[in-house]
T-cell receptor, first 116, second 115 residues
Framework: GAVVSQHPSRVICKSGTSVKIECRSLDFQATTMFWYRQFPKKSLMLMATSNEGSKATYEQGVEKDKFLINHASLTLSTLTVTSAHPEDSSFYIC????????????FGAGTRLSVL | AQTVTQSQPEMSVQEAETVTLSCTYDTSESDYYLFWYKQPPSRQMILVIRQEAYKQQNATENRFSVNFQKAAKSFSLKISDSQLGDAAMYFCAYRRLQGAQKLVFGQGTRLTINP
């Protein structure tokens, strides 16, 4: 149990377009989901915390208008990179925590975004 | 703010041998959680082991064990009988007990297993 599916696994887009990444908890309800960004050979940087039915909490330095997060249901959160530019190219990872304040975060397999 | 430091960017070990990965952290809180996550080449983050700060006993999971030194704020991971499948990036992470329950990750240690 506790599977998190992230889609797509890889996306290539032109500069100026928007890209949506989905994160789904397949076999559990997730009241809280997290979005991370990982640069090559670097650690995971938390971008935002997403709570179902409310606005996401963004980390300092993350542009909320550029990285739109929606958590409309207990099993789905989406990250939309708006007007993507080459510097947004990165590996994006989501994680989900079971409802009820569970301790463990379960991670998706990540999405590699390449902006041309 | 809490910080997590992994001072070993890379480590290598012979297959079947034992290796220890280091992690230190900084916090002013007395209750918290610590984790080791593994990120293999597939990039999927996998939980290896966790430790609650209020527990004095070191956590173990099969070949994986930790040496938790609360006073020293140290949380090392020992991998016994290393296997080729253990090759991965290993991240140490901290989480507060209350309040913002996000994970704070260290920089990671790349572990290579030599056959």
């Amino acid at each position: 149990g506790a599977v998190v599916s992230q889609h797509p696994s890889r996306v290539i887009c032109k500069s100026g377009t928007s890209v949506k990444i989905e994160c789904r908890s397949l076999d559990f309800q997730a009241t809280t989901m997290f979005w991370y960004r990982q640069f090559p050979k670097k650690s995971l940087m938390l971008m935002a915390t997403s709570n179902e039915g409310s606005k996401a909490t963004y980390e300092q330095g993350v542009e909320k208008d550029k990285f739109l997060i929606n958590h409309a249901s207990l099993t789905l959160s989406t990250l939309t990179v708006t007007s993507a530019h080459p510097e947004d190219s990165s590996f994006y990872i989501c994680s989900a925590r079971k409802a009820g304040g569970a301790l463990i975060q379960y991670f998706g397999a990540g999405t590699r975004l390449s902006v041309l | 703010a809490q910080t997590v430091t992994q001072s070993q960017p890379e480590m290598s070990v012979q297959e079947a041998e034992t290796v220890t990965l280091s992690c230190t952290y900084d916090t002013s809180e007395s209750d918290y959680y610590l984790f080791w996550y593994k990120q293999p080449p597939s990039r999927q983050m996998i939980l290896v082991i966790r430790q609650e700060a209020y527990k004095q006993q070191n956590a173990t999971e099969n070949r994986f064990s930790v040496n938790f030194q609360k006073a020293a704020k140290s949380f090392s991971l020992k991998i016994s009988d290393s296997q080729l499948g253990d090759a991965a990036m290993y991240f140490c992470a901290y989480r507060r007990l209350q309040g913002a329950q996000k994970l704070v990750f260290g920089q990671g240690t790349r572990l290579t297993i030599n056959p």
